[in-house]
T-cell receptor, first 113, second 115 residues
């Protein structure tokens, strides 16, 4: 079945440590790819997106993501996490030839001082 | 500054009341959406609109209704609120570029509690 998978439900890191959040999709043609962040009680904020071109995408707040076609992945990374990065992170795709945004189930990031 | 707004941010109301959740955007987007987000954090599309006088049902069946009389305004109404309607409701809008609707931008959400 076509889907977006975020294998890690909950991740805990220490402040200053590096971070990688995983996202895999199972659609035939390359979809549009997004990462959103949601702080408690807030809406979703767009971190970055990939449509085509350079497979390493820079986003806001020091985040980047790399599209790997061979692995059907779009993992989010940050070299040094700050306590304010604690939030829920959602990977999402717009499959090719559609206009529907499909969300993963989210990864909750906890940051320890 | 172009943005998307939702009011109220929080609403606690008794069973049987009629409520309207407001959503407005100043980004000039034609397409707008309503999502319901349960405590487990998964988002479900309940309504969307391609433009004025267009409304469509989403993937998750909902007893709510929507209207689109103006491009910038997409209110959601519950005629008779029930405890099962307790949830967070997120409004979004998207731009149309390169022949596709793509990036969705979200409002801050309305957290609804029905007692």
């Amino acid at each position: 079945a076509q889907s977006v998978t975020q294998p890690d439900i909950h991740i805990t890191v220490s402040e200053g440590a590096s971070l990688e959040l995983r996202c895999n999709y199972s659609y035939g043609a390359t979809p549009y790819l997004f990462w959103y962040v949601q702080s408690p009680g807030q809406g979703l904020q767009l971190l970055l997106k990939y449509f085509s071109g350079d497979t390493l995408v820079q986003g806001i707040k020091g985040f980047e993501a790399e599209f790997k076609r061979s692995q059907s992945s779009f993992n989010l990374r940050k070299p040094s996490v700050h306590w304010s990065d604690a939030a829920e992170y959602f990977c999402a795709v717009v499959p090719y030839n559609t206009d529907k945004l499909i969300f993963g189930t989210g990864t909750r990031l906890q940051v320890f001082p | 500054e172009a943005d998307i707004y939702q009011t109220p941010r929080y609403l606690v109301i008794g069973t049987g009341k009629k409520i309207t959740l407001e959503c407005s955007q100043t980004m000039g987007h034609d397409k707008m959406y309503w999502y319901q987000q349960d405590p487990g954090m998964e988002l479900h599309l309940i309504h969307y609109s391609y433009g004025v006088n267009s409304t469509e049902k989403g993937d998750l069946s909902s007893e709510s209704t929507v209207s689109r009389i103006r491009t910038e305004h997409f209110p959601l109404t519950l005629e008779s609120a029930r405890p099962s309607h307790t949830s967070q409701y997120l409004c979004a809008s998207s731009e149309f570029t390169g022949g596709r609707w793509d990036t969705q931008y979200f409002g801050p959400g309305t957290r609804l509690t029905v007692l």
